[in-house]
DNA sequence: ATCGGCTGATTAATCGTTTAATCATGCGAT
DNA sequence: ATCGCATGATTAAACGATTAATCAGCCGAT
């Protein structure tokens, strides 16, 4: 845009020297006398003086930019993420240029394109269920799950899951129905095998994906709770919020309370579950962290490669790459129902008290 | 980033021209002979060029990125608007920049200069609860409601209030609850307004903030809707699915069936609108369409621009300012319990119905 | 034969910053 | 006194595209 501000030559003029020299003194690179430093840092922030990217950009070959690729943009995470990754960004001086590609891969292809061809420092990605990044022209940071190669850092989804299970078994739940959407996500695997990795000898877990389920009944199908609470499941532990939310509200149509007789848990601590009834007990990732060392392990990158070489675009690493989730105790799991059902089959149809429910 | 693509003066050298023809064959500007036109199209192609932001940035002080403002990003919206945006933005050929600001005020103007500083061409800002957007030095582009002074396009929210309203009305719902977040927004007010015009003579309707409530009740506190049934409302129109959520679920909770007993009716199509139980009786916005306008009239204010002029940054105004929104009716809102309860004190709890309820 | 006008291309300047190379200067050591 | 060297600054050349100004032909008309 029509930079309105002074340009460099503009302070250089003001103060009898190069322009050379200012741009030495304000980068700290070549040799500038300490008093000369001073008075260009003061006029130079006196006539808010803002560099030009653009003219940078051309110079260097670096733009000072980040891209944000999320392939399922839908995702209710989105803002989580984009909000953290921005933060991050800006706190190290990038800007965030976000690319969305509707789910559809070639889409994200295309879409990443974009990014590298308006000259992107490097790419941060969120792949869309266990898709391969391919080798694109600049560093990149992978936010997946620590058991996918090429991951740079994400959440400890499969300790989520542990801590999740550990809370239900601690309440005394027996029989717990997982419930996730589909079996192709990693992280919505690692979650589901953290949490069956806890309930050993003695206990019973079954999981149920939405996904498939959808195919033969139709979007927004009833997932039939009502009968797995007959069958004798006490708890429904939800890959995420949004399936939480689906089991909660269906199980409280059927006229099943929760937590009374029967918890729901859910994974992400999406923006409504803090203020549903009753709110969701879930598992939360420290996006904040993530963002941080992905944009950190980025621009590491970044600075250390040289930017006219042939450009291979391997996924960077980071130091820690698994990051703890936290566990957010609120109301919708508690103890199960004192009159526990035996571990067989469903006689306990018949307790099913009042309330409306239509397979 | 290191530009491994070829230059312009590859392309030339490449046909044994200038670079100067070269810039002008593929712009159009310039006197180029048809054929020789056709052939640096072909070689460019061939060759994959893609022109250097950086340069023509450089140069025409143009950089081809839209800066998008979202002052809530934690907004459940987010993703369709992000997603929009960035849609419209990229068939004209321009890449998205996002900046949060965390629903700080001091944030957003920050914000607003780091982009301003990055050279933006152009601002897309969704203002904060009526935030006035202070001049800067791009075109900008206000999505907000269009009562609005200053509004660049946005949904019809009011006539989005009245459509929900009139469903309800239809339906047989005399007593209806608004329940909003805060009066201070345009947006929710203008869609409580519409809802009220539709109710007239022999109607009633209240409103509930939850934003003063949970001042005094703490964040996430009950609503008190069991007692507005009570009251005699049958019907509950929130002025976001999120807090229809809130609603549909504290009913649920305190075993009253929606639809039979109490309507909820919500604003905005979020994602879990379609998959909880009963599903969610909503208005939604045509994003695309709004972001579509949106772009349009930035992109069309920047080309008109001067890039060396003083800089003045009134909002742009486009053809249509208000895009009508979509009732969407699903599951959540049904005709009134046929005995309708008078309109004084607490004895309907006992009346729980029972039985499946197919529409 | 010369000039004017048109066409299709080239030249060269420019955008703002970075950075390698160069230069002037003063000072201590031989 | 001179050489070497460190210091602090300047020069000038890039980066890649755009564009105003210029130029070489060529054709038709005076």
Known sequence: MARSGPKLTRIARTLGVSAATVSNALS?????????????????????????????????????VLGLVLPDIANPLFPQIAQAI???????????????????????????????????????????????????????????????PGNTVAADHWGGGRQIAEHLKALGHCRVLIIGNNPASNVQNDRAGGIRSVFGEGYHTDTLWIEPLEKLAGKGCPLGLADKVAEGYTAFACISDLHALRALTELQRAGINVPERASVTGFDDLIWSPV????????????????????????????????????????????????????????????????????????????????????
Request: with cysteine.
């Open 86 to 148: 921005e933060l991050a960004a800006s706190s190290s001086g990038y800007g965030v240029l976000i690319a969305d590609s509707r789910g559809d891969v070639s889409t994200q292809t295309k879409a990443i394109e974009r990014l590298i061809d308006r000259d992107v420092d490097g790419l941060v990605i969120v792949p869309r269920r266990g898709t391969r990044i391919a080798d694109v022209g600049c560093p990149v940071a992978v936010i997946d799950t620590p058991s996918t």
């Open 28 to 64: 700290g690179k070549g040799r500038v006398s300490a008093e000369m430093v001073e008075k260009i840092r003061a006029t130079a922030t006196e006539l808010g003086y803002v560099p030009s990217q653009a003219g940078r950009a051309l110079r260097t070959g670096r733009t000072g």
């Open 276 to 359: 549903i009834t009753p709110a969701l007990t879930t598992a939360r990732m420290d996006m904040t962290e993530i963002a941080a060392i992905a944009v950190a392990a980025l621009v590491k990158a970044i600075s250390e490669r040289d930017p006219s070489d042939p450009a291979i675009g391997a996924p960077v690493t980071a130091e820690t790459s698994k990051v703890p989730m936290h566990l957010v105790i609120r109301q919708s799991a508690a103890a199960p129902p004192a009159f526990q059902p035996v571990h067989t089959t469903a006689t306990a149809a018949t307790s099913v008290t009042e309330g409306g429910h239509q397979p």
